[in-house]
């Protein structure tokens, strides 16, 4: 079976300040591994995923996160935040390879808040 | 290409009362599942399909049907609501498998009183 915790439930950061958004996962196989954005009141857009080529993946938005096999780790980053990143956040990770019920699980999500 | 479309966006419904939830894409995925979205518990997994005509359980199925006629459509039924299923419910589709990439709908905003 596999796992995700997302370590914090908010995050609040400063308009052009860093963001970190963290994930932690656990799996029985070679994960994939996901970020989903939800923007209010709308449905979920992949931001970006991990299928086991490069460790540091880039997706859209400015948006990248790194991919620590050792850390079972997946944190998200952008070096410079902007109002309209204001969003919900979900880290998630594949289940056993051939899907079933296992498909994907989600982590339970980071609220991300940016100040003016 | 209008991606996964689902209908309606909101509704409410009374306890006992039965509706469908609907579900299109036109990506021609083969792959196709039901989320319910509620605070703090992020997505879980009601039903799935993996091709026309095969349906499965997921972590939540209690409560509803699913059907798959055809490749595009993937309704989702609820038999007799309760105020347990007030919740946002997500359809998605995904090409290579269930544990891969997915695409979202917009969602239905469920209320059940």
């Known amino acids: 079976a596999q796992s995700v915790t997302q370590l914090d439930s908010h995050v609040s950061v400063s308009e052009g300040t860093p963001v970190l958004l963290r994930c932690n996962y656990s799996s029985s196989y070679s994960p994939s591994l996901f970020w989903y954005v939800q923007h209010p009141n709308k449905g979920l857009q992949l931001l970006l995923k991990?299928?086991?080529?490069?460790?540091l993946v880039k997706g859209i938005n400015g948006f990248e996160a790194e991919f620590k096999k050792s850390e079972t780790s997946f944190h998200l980053t952008k070096p410079s935040a902007h109002m309209s990143d204001a969003a919900e956040y979900f880290c998630?990770?594949?289940?056993?390879?051939?899907?079933?019920?296992?498909?994907?699980?989600f982590g339970k999500g980071t609220h991300l808040i940016i100040q003016p | 290409n209008a991606g996964v479309t689902q209908t309606p966006k909101f509704q409410v419904l009374k306890t006992g009362q039965s509706m469908t939830l609907q579900c299109a894409q036109d990506m021609n995925h083969e792959y196709m599942s039901w989320y319910r979205q509620d605070p703090g518990m992020g997505l879980r997994l009601i039903h799935y399909?993996?091709?026309?005509?095969?349906?499965d359980q997921g972590e939540v199925p209690n409560g509803y049907n699913v059907s798959r006629s055809t490749t595009e459509d993937f309704p989702l039924r609820l038999l007799s609501a309760a105020p347990s299923q007030t919740s946002v419910y997500f359809c998605?589709?995904?090409?290579?498998?269930?544990?891969?990439?997915?695409?979202f709908g917009q969602g239905t905003r469920l209320t059940v009183v």
């Open positions: 399909s993996v091709g026309a005509g095969i349906t």
């Open positions: 998630v990770v594949s289940g056993r390879p051939g899907g079933g019920a296992d498909g994907l699980t």
């Open positions: 991990y299928t086991s080529a490069a460790t």
């Open positions: 998605a589709s995904s090409l290579q498998g269930l544990n891969t990439e997915a695409f």
